[in-house]
């Protein structure tokens, strides 16, 4: 072992010399590397001691003070002794085995000598002995073999004869011979033995062979941790360093040895690791710790420290072996990963917590739809019940049986409303309700609104409403849902006061102008589902004495609203007409004087199935749905539906809606205008009656019963228009709109003295009281005193309206819009007023025979008859043909379907001329009062599945609205009563 | 049999088409219809509605066994169905046609033959109750009697 060590080690001197000298001087180089594989290891290593700075002495010390030192020399040694004690034995043997074999020689020659006798002697000694540990360490395989083993065998032949002297004499010369020979080898083995004897002693120093053993030690340390990012060293009790193995040397030697840590660095982690080896030292154990260093000398870097104390003899700490590792781009990746993990774990946690929202919407989609198709389904049974219920009233019943009917009703009818109050929830909510943009005067709005509540109205409750002068005569919105809205708030007034004032007022809060006027009209009118600021809403607030004024001005609306644009531009009053779009923003208060809201109570008011209170709920019953819908549409709409209330006083609710204004109409009449009127005679006078400031119905007037309205409408249209007359004229001097007060004596006294009457604003509400008060006279006078024109015009407009009672006008106005009234007067004011009173023409468009059947019995039962055809391009010929005031069609069918049908006819009102593929092809056919035949004739759907999709179609198409199948006395009536003059 | 016992058998029965929703509240509305002016006007739109049917039946038969089924011509027929059997509130045939028209729809063959099968079979079910039902009116009518109001 020793031999190879020796020999390794000279290979090792040789191999160096042949690396360039100046790579081996450079004393930043801890190594100097060649890596050639295929030799020896530690032949490619070639140590320079620089990197690992020592202290020697140091090292001495510690080898034969500290425990570890120790005993790690008394391994050394005792490695080495065994090696030597091998060695020893191997000789020994060896040495053994030569003087036995020179034993055997000498006995033999004695032998020889003594015997005489010649004996044939074969060498018995057993071959060359070998030691047992030839075959383990075969280091004795290169021996020379013994070569003088031939002459132990040789034949010792003589030539003379035995027992002669000659013989003898040859024989005694060989044996000497032999002895000579033998006592030479044993003088070579002697001075072999004597040889590596030397050899041993030479070389058998124990620190030699121990600083070798170190060295290569050392070397495969160095090996090891060439490239390794380590640091190790050892520093003594004052942490000085004593030795430093640096892979990142940017300081010498001596910039390190027998300083501290807190010398040499300075910066973040310096003062933990300095600790961390202080504790280690007082505590007497290992550790490892973490540390980040941020050093000028290094930069960020984050070191894993070992730290380990190192113990004297006795027991005592002496100093520590520390070991970092530099740690920092793993540290950089696992803040990495724990970051990650944390962002995926956000992430998650966002995710499950979307998927519940999302299953929680869908859920709630669902329910509302299944809600909504819930009340769709128990809506046409419904309907059912209560319209039969309301044909059994017609039949003979006595008193109690009618009580109970009427409850039956009542009842049906409050089903029915909870329903459809639903269904408008569900609609809104869903984003399904669609808000339409049309031209709509407020003022008739908030008319018929409290004309419907006067009409049903059970208590001594006073109705008011006020229009401000500045609301405009036409607004754009979607007049339906303003009024529900309207009706909505005011059913709820009433409902919770039980004397006083339930009333309306409206005005202007703000407006502006918007650039491009026209263009943007239309872009608005296009996307009017949407689009929220063209819910114009100006409502008009006409002081209502009794019911009077507003059926006149009703009557005079619809024959100014003609739908002719044309006619209506040149009816229209340029006054006030200018490049910008106006927006306004209505206020409207809905005030009474009732029971009032606690005030905790408010929060909750505009929550769906909420009541004040559920005392209240069982008290005044109803769903809790009203005022939900109400702010839900308003909402829709762009404004804003507020309350403030106090209990018993009263409550008011506020809301404020963002109206358009179209840009031609919004001034009320001039002279111009008059001119135009008396041409299609129309009256004049509309525009301004638009503007009448209030209306009231009082108490007393319901005790008079609906049976005295008709008559009393008549003559007060006449009075109404007497004095609006002369307002118009006046109208030229002030903008915008006004109102006007009717005290019946001025009215009747400047009828045409207008100025008088024009500037009274501020008295409105007294003079409209004392309006009311004389009324009757009113209706005589104002009569007498108009002119020839108007009473033609009014006669026509009340004619058109051909009610025979009062009751029935008022019920069908109520269920009227403006775009049937439109439809119902064309541009000349009269031509339907002579057929009116004649059975209207209705065109049954049906493939199905059992539903013509149906439908045509039904027909009859309200007193009409239709005519039949079987498909849509029968529906276009009949068209062609005649006009009819209401056509009943069926979507779905052979040869031409309904909606192509209607697009046909549409097509052909608007634009005069039928589509080629349907163009009548017998001139004589074409009827000779084209412009008759141009006037917008009601086309009702009637569809088998009343989606919310079939329903947009058919309003798409062109259809004003539509039934769906099958066909019901209820849904009849109403379109009837809707779309047909009653 | 007493007009009494008729009119109550008349009413049972009337009641239990109702209740087994083989007609919801449109037959009402045909009872409505019917009055001194048109005495058999349920009677008449019935007969029409068997004739009708009948006729459309047959048609599907033939239409849903031809070699190449035209699903439009089908649907079209089920369709029509649907409608008159929608107008005089035979409600169980309706809501088969509706299902019929499903299959028909998504051109599923033997959905189609399925539901024309039901079909017929409530089509049959309601005619021979009907056919019941009218049968009892005549007898009622015969007998002096008046039809109850329901």
């Not at chain 1, 206020?587 to 004087?593: F, K």
Request: hydrophobic share 35%; charged share 25%.
């Amino acid at each position: 072992m020793g031999n190879e060590a020796i020999e390794e080690e000279e290979d090792m001197d040789i191999l160096s010399s042949m690396w360039p000298d100046d790579l081996m001087n450079a004393a930043e180089k801890q190594f100097n590397i060649e890596s050639n594989t295929g030799r020896d290891m530690l032949e490619d290593v070639n140590i320079v001691e620089d990197p690992s700075v020592a202290d020697f002495k140091r090292l001495v010390e510690l080898t034969s003070y500290s425990e570890k030192g120790s005993s790690q020399l008394a391994y050394l040694v005792k490695s080495w002794e065994y090696k030597q004690a091998n060695a020893a034995r191997l000789l020994n043997e060896e040495l053994s085995i030569l003087s036995k074999q020179r034993q055997e020689a000498e006995i033999k020659k004695l032998e020889i000598i003594e015997a005489h006798r010649f004996e044939q002697e074969k060498y018995v000694g057993n071959k060359r002995p070998i030691s047992i540990l030839d075959e383990v360490y075969d280091i004795w395989g290169a021996a020379p073999k013994r070569k003088n083993e031939a002459s132990y065998n040789n034949n010792i032949t003589i030539d003379a004869e035995y027992d002669s002297i000659n013989y003898w004499k040859q024989r005694a010369i060989l044996l000497e011979k032999l002895l000579e020979e033998s006592i030479q080898r044993e003088q070579a083995l002697l001075q072999k033995l004597q040889d590596n004897v030397n050899n041993l002693e030479k070389q058998s120093s124990p620190v030699d062979e121990l600083s070798q053993i170190l060295k290569r030690a050392d070397n495969y340390l160095h090996f090891i941790l060439q490239t390794a990012p380590v640091v190790m060293g050892h520093q003594d009790k004052e942490l000085r360093y004593r030795f430093i193995y640096n892979h990142f040397p940017k300081l010498a030697e001596e910039d390190i040895i027998g300083k501290t840590d807190a010398e040499i660095f300075t910066g973040l982690g310096v003062k933990e690791s300095q600790d961390l080896k202080r504790e280690v030292l007082e505590r007497g154990l290992p550790s490892k710790r973490e540390i980040t260093f941020e050093t000028e000398l290094f930069g960020k870097k984050t070191f894993l420290i070992y730290v380990e104390p190192v113990f004297s003899k006795a027991g005592e700490t002496i100093g520590v072996n520390y070991m970092g590792m530099d740690v920092t781009d793993q540290v950089i990746k696992r803040e990495k990963m724990a970051k990650l993990r944390e962002e995926i774990a956000v992430q998650k946690a966002k995710e499950t917590e979307l998927n519940k929202s999302i299953h929680i919407t869908e859920e709630t989609m669902r329910a509302k739809q299944m809600l909504a198709t819930m009340s769709h389904e128990i809506r046409s049974p419904l309907t059912g019940v209560v319209s039969m219920a309301e044909i059994l009233g017609n039949t003979k019943l006595d008193a109690e049986q009618r009580q109970l009917l009427d409850v039956m009703i009542s009842s049906g009818d409050l089903v029915l409303q909870l329903i459809n109050d639903i269904l408008d929830l569900s609609k809104v909510e869903s984003g399904v309700m669609k808000l339409e943009a049309a031209k709509f005067r407020p003022r008739e709005v908030v008319k018929h609104v409290l004309q419907t509540a006067a009409a049903s109205l059970r208590k001594q409750l006073t109705l008011e409403g006020h229009v401000a002068d500045d609301v405009p005569i036409e607004v754009i919105g979607d007049v339906l849902r303003i009024r529900q809205i309207l009706t909505n708030l005011i059913s709820n007034a009433v409902k919770f006061t039980h004397e006083g004032t339930v009333g309306v007022n409206l005005h202007l809060l703000s407006e502006q102008y918007t650039e491009g006027s026209k263009g943007y009209l239309e872009a608005l009118a296009a996307e009017n589902a949407s689009s929220r600021l063209t819910i114009a809403n100006s409502l008009r607030n006409q002081s209502y004495s009794d019911q009077e004024m507003l059926t006149c001005s009703e009557a005079k609306e619809t024959i100014q609203n003609c739908d002719d644009p044309a006619e209506l531009s040149s009816l229209s009053f340029e006054e006030n007409e200018q490049p910008y779009e106006k927006i306004v923003l209505l206020h409207c208060d809905v005030y009474d004087t009732g029971i009032g809201i606690p005030e905790k109570a408010l929060p909750s008011l505009f929550r769906k199935y909420m009541q004040a209170s559920a005392d209240h709920a069982r008290k005044y019953g109803g769903t809790g749905l009203g005022l939900a819908i109400c702010k839900q549409l308003v909402e829709l709409m762009g404004g804003h539906l507020t309350v403030t209330s106090q209990v018993n006083r009263g409550s008011t609710f506020t809301f404020l809606l963002p109206c358009k204004v179209p840009p031609k109409q919004n001034s009320c009449g001039d002279s111009d205008g008059d001119a135009l009127i008396s041409d299609c005679e129309v009256p004049d006078d509309t525009s301004s009656d638009e503007l009448s400031g209030s209306f009231i119905f009082k108490p007393h007037s319901l005790s008079s019963g609906f049976s005295l309205c008709g008559s009393v409408i008549h003559k007060s249209n006449l009075c109404s228009n007497g004095s609006l007359c002369t307002s118009i004229e006046n109208s030229r001097i002030t903008e915008g709109p006004r109102s006007y007060s009717y005290s019946p004596a001025e009215a009747v006294s400047s009828n045409f003295d207008t100025s008088q009457v024009s500037r009274d604003k501020n008295d409105d509400l007294n003079e409209v009281e004392s309006f009311i008060r004389g009324a009757d006279e009113c209706h005589t006078n104002s009569g007498s005193n108009i002119s020839q024109r108007l009473t033609d015009s009014i006669c026509s407009s009340t004619e058109g309206n051909s009610c025979g009672s009062g009751e029935c006008e008022v019920s069908c106005r109520e269920l009227k819009q403006e775009k049937e009234q439109r439809a119902k007067f064309t541009s000349n004011g009269r031509p339907d007023s002579s057929e009116t009173n004649l059975q209207p023409k209705i065109l049954l468009v049906e493939d199905n025979k059992i539903n013509i059947m149906v439908a045509q019995s039904m027909l009859k039962q309200f007193g009409y008859k239709a005519e039949v055809v079987n498909n849509g391009l029968e529906a276009i010929r009949a068209v062609q043909s005649s006009h009819y005031d209401l056509i009943l069609m069926d979507v779905c069918m052979p040869v031409m379907d309904g909606l192509q049908a209607t697009k046909h006819i549409r097509a052909y009102e608007e634009n005069g001329c039928w589509d080629a593929s349907v163009a009548c092809l017998d001139p004589l056919k074409i009827p000779l009062d084209t412009e008759k035949c141009r006037k917008r004739t009601n086309i009702i759907a009637m569809t088998a599945n009343a989606l919310e999709e079939s329903a947009a179609e058919c309003l798409a198409h062109g259809m004003d609205s539509f039934v769906s199948k099958p066909v019901t006395f209820q849904k009849l009536k109403e379109c009837l009563q809707q779309y047909l003059p009653c | 049999m007493a007009v009494f016992q008729l009119q109550q058998q008349w009413v049972d029965l009337i009641s239990a088409l109702f209740r087994e929703e083989f007609l919801d509240s449109q037959f009402t509305q045909l009872q409505q219809l019917q009055d001194e002016s048109n005495p058999d006007f349920v009677v008449e739109v019935v007969t029409l509605f068997f004739e009708d049917s009948e006729r459309l039946l047959n048609d599907l038969c033939s239409t849903l066994h031809q070699r190449v089924v035209d699903f439009k011509k089908a649907d079209a027929h089920v369709h029509q169905l649907k409608g008159s059997s929608a107008s005089i509130g035979a409600q169980r045939v309706k809501n088969v046609c509706v299902s019929f028209r499903n299959c028909c729809e998504e051109g599923n063959l033997e959905g189609c033959l399925a539901c024309l099968q039901q079909v017929k079979h409530e089509y049959t079910l309601l005619k021979s109750k009907l056919e019941a039902l009218f049968a009892l009116e005549q007898q009622i009518v015969a007998a002096g009697g008046s039809l109850p109001t329901m």
